[in-house]
């Protein structure tokens, strides 16, 4: 059975921090593309990062540059994105994702909710 379990999401006040884990089961993840979404209230879902099969690779959203960092875990089966400096437009649902060839797997997300 394919679960990917989203973790570490919460409220933090702008400038602060967090870290998303993603943790897989059910397939063989390190042979995937690992990918984080996210979608706020009212907005379609966008790209956050990508990081390659290996970890070797990654790519980021343009806002995103600087400020988030994906990273993974094969032996673990995790996938992590740090957030720093966060901004109130940062709040969304942040999703966790797995993709290779036709196979697409999703998590059920996690809240973030940048606030004062």
């Known amino acids: 059975q394919v679960q990917l379990v989203e973790s570490g999401g919460g409220l933090v006040q702008p400038g602060g921090s967090l870290r998303l884990s993603c943790t897989v089961s059910g397939f063989s993840f390190s042979l995937y593309v690992a990918n984080w979404y996210r979608q706020a209230p009212g907005k379609e879902r966008e790209l956050v990062a990508t990081?390659?099969?290996?970890?070797?690779?990654?790519n980021y959203a343009d806002s995103m540059k600087g400020r988030f960092t994906i990273s993974r875990d094969n032996a673990k089966n995790t996938v992590y994105l740090q957030l720093n400096s966060l901004k109130p437009e940062d709040t969304a649902v942040y999703y966790c994702n797995a993709r290779k060839n036709w196979s697409d797997y999703w998590g059920q997300g996690t809240q973030v909710t940048v606030s004062s």
């Open positions: 990081i390659t099969s290996t970890g070797r690779g990654t």
